[in-house]
């Protein structure tokens, strides 16, 4: 059991060394009725509870929670840390999955495509690595610098353009 300060709520945590059973979810739900009801003081949120098992399967879990409040939190955990080559493929999935949600134009693609391999950039040579205008650049690059592709820094003759996040 922890408190959380800036919330202002109890974090119950059930480690659990076998696979998760429905079972944890109503004893989970007791201990946080019996919180709400008789440790909480008037100021403080709800408990949040979470319950941390040897393996879970999400559809019994997304059953299992179905009407309760939305205060309860499943997690699997693992004997061993993970490798570095198993962190970086799971980032690297993650980035990627990411990427694919932003919805980028082919030519900004292939403008950042051959801007890649520079440092920093300027407005103009974003302008003429697209063939675009000034205006077109600057709200390409206002785009980009929303979705957290690119970082602007500097401001007016000094301002300065750094691809974050783009493969």
Do not use: W
């Not at 059973?21 to 008037?42: A, C, S, T, V």
């Not at 939305?70 to 699997?76: G, L, Q, S």
Request: net charge positive; proline share 2%.
């Amino acid at each position: 059991m922890f408190f959380h300060v800036h919330l202002a709520c109890y974090i119950l945590i059930d480690l659990k060394i076998e696979k998760f059973q429905d079972k944890f979810i109503g004893q989970m739900n007791k201990y946080l009725r019996y919180f709400r009801e008789h440790i909480n003081l008037p100021y403080m949120k709800p408990p949040v509870g979470i319950i941390i098992c040897k393996s879970v399967n999400k559809d019994e879990v997304y059953y299992a929670l179905e009407g309760l409040e939305r205060k309860i939190f499943v997690a699997e955990y693992q004997l061993y840390l993970p490798t570095q080559k198993q962190i970086a493929n799971v980032l690297s999935s993650e980035v990627k999955i990411h990427l694919a949600s932003r919805k980028i134009s082919k030519r900004q693609e292939a403008s950042l495509n051959k801007l890649k391999n520079s440092h920093n950039f300027q407005i103009h040579d974003y302008k003429n690595t697209a063939n675009v205008s000034l205006s077109t650049a600057r709200r390409d690059l206002q785009l980009l610098a929303q979705q957290g592709i690119v970082e602007k820094k500097g401001s007016g003759k000094n301002t300065y353009y750094r691809i974050l996040n783009f493969e």
